[in-house]
């Protein structure tokens, strides 16, 4: 921290805030808040010496407006550069093109397979969702099952113990022989997939509800289903989040993995026949492809997410960042 | 199952239906029979034998440490007992019950749920219509001073406050036996003053039996028929001061000399009851 974005130091050394060039103090400041600012802008006018031309300069943006630019600038910053040792590092012929493509072969890459993508996409998303949706109501419905019922841990807990930690890629093999190729087999891959990580954080979160809740809610007089319903629900749901996302991504990857070992359709597939070609530029493609689906659903569940765990403190994360600040 | 219980449902595998009393049988006594509990190997209480008449106001007083919480939640039905039982109406209990309400040492809030929302929590699981249930809650609300707070979540509420919000949702649903674990240790003075003026207005008009645990002597004598002192290691009861005061009792109560008197005796009681218990320690 240094004087400019301090309004005890602004009023009294005006003439230094004002004059600091414009680059110092976007190169410190961390982030002056708004009240300051102003602090120092009337500081300044009120007086008479201090007045020049050089105050108005300072304020040519708003400081909210001013902070907002420099964080687009900072995000811009790395993509920009890697975008630009890309297009150097292959136009300018250092690496070769079966490793690293150029851009334009990548176009050329996707316009040429721009009949097969509409039907793979088609195919790879719905089996993704369909199986992440399943994995999502399989994974919670059982953590919920197991915590709720003795005989059911005693029953299934110690057959579940043994497959969770077993890796589901190890099983796509198993899976083709005994099923076969097909979309019932992969999306089945999917829902096991996901649903491990879900089982194992839901039933981990409802062993962490508080029993001060639950005994609250018993003594008002609810039945035990109530309290499942209207105290462990809401409690676990902010702490299933990170597996949900989680699990979304590994969707993906199941997705991949199926495809390339045993599907005739679907982005996956595509992929691997364009690997059969050598044709780089064509696998990135759909590896650029599958980070932006993958994106897209995790922007979707945080969205879906924040109006269900509205309560939590986490929609600001700017007292955490205050905090910091402030020491 | 269905034994004409009123609207709400019971869960048969958590309640059994034996220890849950229609409202009439509310007027029921509360005993404690000869309770012994045990805790990660040690004893916590041992012989505990207390009765607590219908309509009646029991303070527990007592060193920290000493089993108070323990205690409660006994009669709650949170804790099983090695020893011994609780009964209410003649009947031993299993579990926690809806006649048993119990508002908590210890931050018990729903987070999730708005203020409003908390406070209807009981009355909506019983089954109470919607009108009604918004009435019940404005009053208890009002009881408490937060009806301006009512749409707030519990996380943009003072400690204080979130406390007041546990009273009026167990206030709410006007239980037979209310069990209240310091419920005032976190208020300020003024509040607290307030809410126990209006607390024993409550009380007077319900017709509810009140086991009140407590540090503040005052407050002890002020609120209850009857305090308990309990002694530590292991808990159990010391001496039993019986507050003869009249009711309704205005907070001026406090000013006369026979609240005083009362006051001073109980310190005497209390502080009796822990160096008896520092002899035994140290023995
Ligand atoms: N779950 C538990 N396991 C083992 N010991 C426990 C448990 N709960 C409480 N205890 C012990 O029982 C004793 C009584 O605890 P309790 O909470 O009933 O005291 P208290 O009288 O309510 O104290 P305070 O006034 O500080 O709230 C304490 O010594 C505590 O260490
Ligand atoms: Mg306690």
Redesign the pocket.
């Known amino acids: 921290m240094t004087a400019p974005t301090r309004p005890v130091a602004a009023t009294t050394s005006v003439a230094t805030t004002v004059t600091a060039p414009p680059s110092a103090l976007t190169g410190t400041a961390p982030a002056a808040p708004a009240a300051p600012a102003t602090t120092t802008a009337r500081a300044g006018a009120s007086r008479p010496a201090g007045a020049g031309p050089g105050s108005r300069r300072r304020s040519w943006l708003r400081p909210s407006a001013r902070r907002l630019a420099r964080r687009a600038l900072l995000r811009a910053l790395v993509p920009t550069l890697l975008v630009a040792a890309w297009c150097a590092a292959s136009y300018g012929g250092l690496v070769r093109e079966i490793y690293l493509p150029t851009p334009t072969a990548m176009w050329s890459a996707f316009v040429d397979m721009r009949d097969a993508l509409p039907g793979a996409l088609v195919t790879s998303v719905g089996m993704t969702l369909t199986g992440y949706g399943l994995g999502l109501a399989l994974g919670v419905g059982m953590g919920l099952a197991f915590a709720y019922s003795q005989l059911l841990r005693d029953l299934l807990g110690g057959v579940l113990d043994f497959i969770r930690p077993t890796p589901v890629f190890a099983l796509i093999p198993l899976f083709l022989l005994w099923f076969g190729i097909g979309r019932g087999p992969q999306i089945a891959l999917i829902a096991m997939g996901t649903s491990v990580v879900l089982s194992v954080t839901t039933l981990d979160a409802v062993r962490n509800v508080s029993p001060t809740h639950i005994r609250a809610a018993a003594t008002l007089g609810a039945t035990r289903r109530t309290i499942y319903r209207t105290v462990v629900l809401p409690s676990i749901f902010p702490h299933l989040l990170g597996a949900v996302r989680f699990s979304a991504a590994a969707a993906w990857g199941l997705d991949v993995a199926a495809e390339l070992i045993g599907s005739q359709n679907g982005l996956g597939y595509l992929m691997m026949t364009r690997q059969q070609y050598i044709d780089t530029a064509g696998v990135l493609v759909v590896v650029v492809i599958y980070g932006l689906l993958a994106t897209v659903l995790d922007r979707v569940i945080v969205l879906v997410e924040r109006p269900l765990t509205a309560w939590t403190t986490r929609e600001q994360p700017s007292a955490t960042e205050t905090a910091f600040r402030a020491g | 199952m269905n034994r004409s219980r009123g609207p709400r449902d019971m869960d048969p595998e958590d309640m059994d239906p034996e220890d849950i009393d229609s409202p009439e049988a509310g007027a029921g006594c509360l005993e404690l029979c000869s309770l012994h509990v045990r ?2 190997g ?1 004893a ?1 209480l041992a012989g505990i034998d207390l009765v607590v008449a219908p309509h009646e106001f029991v303070a527990l007083v ?10 409660l ?1 006994t009669v709650a039905g949170f804790v099983r007992p090695e020893h011994g039982e609780v009964r209410y109406g003649g009947r031993a209990v299993v579990g926690a019950g809806p006649e048993r309400a119990m508002v908590f ?1 210890d931050d018990a809030v729903f987070p999730w749920m708005r203020v409003r929302t908390n406070v209807a929590y009981g009355l909506k699981v019983r089954g109470v219509p919607r009108h009604e249930r918004a009435r019940l809650v404005d009053e208890a609300l009002d009881l408490v001073g937060l009806r301006s707070s009512a749409g707030l979540w519990p996380r943009q509420l003072s400690g204080g406050m979130r406390k007041r919000v546990d009273i009026a949702r167990a206030l709410a649903v006007d239980p037979p036996v209310l069990l209240m ?2 419920p005032y240790g976190a208020l300020d003075m003024m509040t607290k003053q307030r809410l126990q003026t209006e607390f024993e207005e409550i009380f007077e008009r319900s017709r509810m039996t009140v086991l009140f ?1 407590t ?1 503040d002597l005052e407050e002890a004598v002020y609120l209850s028929d009857r305090v308990v002192v ?1 002694a ?2 292991p ?1 159990r009861v010391a001496e039993t001061l019986e507050i003869p005061l009249p009711r309704p009792r205005p907070a001026e109560v406090k000013l006369t000399p026979e609240f005083q008197d009362l006051r001073r005796r109980l310190g005497r009681l209390v502080e009796a009851a822990e160096a008896a218990a520092d002899v035994r320690g140290a023995a």
């Open positions: 805790l990660g040690r916590i007592g060193p920290s440490g000493c089993g108070k919480t323990t205690l939640g040492q674990d310091e645990v540090h309990l530590p290691r808990g």
